[in-house]
């Protein structure tokens, strides 16, 4: 079989499985959560019983959903995996120069680890600043911010990680153009978290690697992490004055 026919069958199995794995995992989750009059709150207590669901930073910030009112189904999982790999392939496209960096940092010795580790360590940074903000109505509007140059920094890595993946499938499939690598990575990172019970944790093992990726990299940064940035050279004469 060609290359380019290899690589097409592959990711015509790989959106196949996933959509599988989308019925399976709504079909499976959706039954256990509750489905009494759905009803929306903002603080306070909620009227019903039911425990309050957070969705991102509301959680943090004092207000969420109830559990009923969660509407997970086909369409939900399948929408959701779209927008991912459609911000995942606009990051490839804007920034490929940086997303080659950040691969390059992934293929460097205990890359994949000291990125899960960064993203840890940024997740739980960006958790306890939105419980903090929570407490101080003054700083209440930044959370958000926080919130979004988080899931910036995901989607940067998610990208950064399915290019990397898709040069792993190279070496067995043959060369490929970067951005069909690419495509057949991130949906191989979709499908593993479409997996039913268990997929949760593939996808947030990916989130915190292309979170941690992001920050290690300064989104793919072809400098890294140093203090002596704060340096220049010292002039040899003073400024003049004004």
Known sequence: MSTRWAWTVVIACLLVAGALLAIADAALIRPLLPHPEPERFLGGRPSGGLPRVGLGPGFLLGFGFRADQLNFGYGTVVATAVVVLILC?????????????????????????????????????????????????????????????????????????????????????????????????????LDAALVPYLGWLFGAAAALVGLGLAAVTRFGSPRAWSLDELRWETPTTPPEEA
């Open 89 to 189: 392939l606009a990051t490839l496209v804007a920034v490929p120069a940086r997303v080659r960096v950040a691969v390059e940092r992934l293929e460097a010795p205990r890359g994949l680890l000291r990125a899960y580790a960064a993203g840890a360590a940024a997740a739980l940074l960006v958790a306890a600043l939105s419980l903090l903000f929570r407490y101080t109505l003054l700083l209440i509007g930044i959370a958000p911010l926080i919130w979004l140059a988080a899931a910036v920094g995901v989607a940067f890595g998610l990208a950064s990680l399915g290019l990397f993946l898709g040069r792993r499938l190279g070496f067995r499939l043959g060369a490929a153009h970067p951005v069909l690598a690419a495509l057949a990575g991130i949906l191989l990172i």
